[in-house]
């Protein structure tokens, strides 16, 4: 069980690194977390990436109980809405939440991100919803956040950023990655003329092709 802790701490600390090298998290905003045995395991509050390490991951129960803090840092204060995610979904592992540029850019318009382009299935079905607005780290916005993760991957959360989710962190990498490109396109789509969208039938096409795969496939 330690050894597990210490992979999961591990792993959160390699991809917090590579969110940063992929431009989509900046200074300390954004954070991550893993599922664990009796919790959750998710990066700490206000700690910039060169002060980042391992030991400064924080264990915490699904009652928001500190189990494990090897270091004094307190948790992410945005915890409350990954609680929640993990009661709410068995087969999720982890959870990416990213301050990033093009996702944050049409949070700000508070629409959801229609069908424009195939990939948009990668969220789980034919749009990304944009959770309404609340405080960071409050009940309510965990509450809009479960509304808008209904049957999806990821969604957009109004005024603020971005959640992509996945059975692993591998997962919710590769899927908050995307939701961030597919962000840019719309948003540069926009600038130039009216996207065409998808219509239902050939997004169902696109999800169940997604399910034969098993996993999302890139071509
Ligand atoms: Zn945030």
């Given at each position: 069980m330690m050894k597990k802790e210490m992979l999961l701490r591990k792993s959160l600390f390699q991809s917090s690194l590579l969110l940063n090298r992929k431009g989509l998290n900046h200074g300390a905003t954004g954070n991550l977390s893993c599922r664990n045995d009796n919790g959750f395991i998710i990066t700490p509050s206000g700690v910039s990436l060169e002060n980042l390490d391992s030991n400064s991951m924080v264990e915490i129960g699904?009652?928001?109980?500190?189990?494990?803090?090897?270091?004094?840092?307190?948790p992410s204060s945005e915890w409350l809405f990954h609680r929640d995610i993990y009661a709410a979904k068995d087969d999720i592992h982890a959870i990416v939440h990213t301050h990033s540029v093009f996702s944050s850019t049409l949070s700000v318009i508070g629409e959801s991100i229609p069908p424009f382009h195939y990939m948009i299935a990668v969220a789980g079905g034919d749009s990304i919803r944009c959770s309404d607005y609340a405080l960071f780290g409050s009940q309510e916005l965990s509450n809009n956040i479960i509304i808008a993760m209904e049957q999806r991957?990821?969604?957009?959360?109004?005024?603020?950023g971005m959640i992509a989710i996945g059975k692993d962190l591998n997962e919710a990498i590769n899927i908050a990655i995307e939701v961030e490109h597919l962000a840019q396109v719309y948003v540069q789509a926009k600038m130039i003329g009216t996207p065409k969208l998808l219509n239902d039938n050939q997004m169902l096409e696109v999800i169940d092709k997604f399910k034969n795969y098993g996993e999302w496939s890139k071509d």
């Open positions: 699904f009652n928001g109980e500190i189990i494990n803090s090897k270091s004094n840092y307190k991957k990821a969604c957009l959360i109004s005024n603020h």
